[in-house]
């Protein structure tokens, strides 16, 4: 893979377990090609990354991360509960780390990720009633292949690539989508109902019934390194 140039500093915080310190960066060597910070937006922040070979320290999530493989098949060691496991992340596959685990990588060939952190309190902001009275636990997920994840992604970061031509609807909208999608699959309390945010249930289900309809074509390795 060919190397690329850094553009943006990176915006995720985290908390660096060593020195007790917040830092800004997941990993000392990664190189920023696209950051939504110079954009402003509310409430996450999505970054496309080029991770040469490196590893991490271990460190404390500050939100949810939402990280989406853009490249070539990759082999990633990583620690969860104090215990080291291996995963092969294909082009499209999602990591999942909720907000406050602790977590350290390592890996032996270069890659890429779109990274989409959450902060901690959205999910509220965002479906207050799905989440109303209900004790909301996000919960890992390791080269987890989900099409709908994948393809919101992807247009987060076709906005990125075209300085937000969406607008803050659209982005809100897929935000929306994102929010319903962790709380159907990736939470410990299986929540079911439908998110409803600020622009409610029946534009939601409009988002997500668009996003839905391309699951059926094929997410190449092209198109995720686009």
Known sequence: MERQVATYKSDIPVLDNPSGKIRQQICDDAIVTLSSKVQQWQGLRVEQQYLPVSETPEMTSIGH??????????????????????????????????????HAARWEKAGELL????????????????????????????????????????????????????????????????????????SASCVVDEAKGKLGKRKLKLVIDYIQAHLTEEITLAQMAK
């Open 65 to 102: 991360l939402v990280c989406v493989h853009l490249s070539e098949p990759l082999s990633v060691d990583y620690q969860q509960n104090s215990k080291w496991y291996n995963c092969t992340m294909k082009p499209g596959d999602v990591f999942l780390i909720p907000d406050g685990a602790t």
């Open 115 to 186: 990274i989409i952190a959450l902060e901690p309190d959205l999910i509220n902001k965002v479906a207050p009633e799905a989440v109303k009275g209900k004790n909301i636990e996000i919960i890992h997920a390791q080269a987890q292949q989900d099409g709908l994840i994948a393809n919101i992604a992807l247009a987060f970061k076709e906005e990125l690539e075209t300085g937000g031509s969406g607008g803050e609807l659209y982005r809100d909208s897929l935000t929306n989508a994102l929010v319903a999608r962790l709380l159907r699959n990736y």
